[in-house]
């Protein structure tokens, strides 16, 4: 067998292992069933609506991370695992 089919012969191999790979990879979580209004956990500027105690009525507007008074939804049962507070819960769209 020459080099050069060798070279395409690696080369195919490789490219079907990394397409198998990239598949597997790509995997879809489960979409939740329940959202929790979570308090506490926001980034600043990643809120999803307006302050809890009523300073701003949008999203986006939270000024520091972690604020007690911004919130944001995470599926059901994430929010105390990220030391939040659930203020509320909504369930998801099907």
Do not use: R
């Not at 012969?9 to 979409?31: N, R």
């Not at 069933?33 to 999203?59: F, I, L, P, Q, R």
């Amino acid at each position: 067998m020459s080099n050069k089919k060798i070279g395409v012969s690696s080369f195919l191999a490789l490219a079907c292992g990394a397409l198998m790979f990239a598949g597997t990879a790509q995997a879809v979580p489960k979409q939740p069933k329940t959202w929790e209004k979570c308090t506490g956990v926001s980034k600043a500027g990643m809120n999803d609506c307006g302050a809890v105690d009523g300073s701003h009525k949008c999203s986006g507007q939270a000024t520091k991370d972690n604020d007690p008074n911004e919130w944001v939804y995470v599926p059901k049962g994430t929010c105390e695992k990220l030391g939040g507070e659930v203020i509320g819960e909504k369930p998801a769209k099907s």
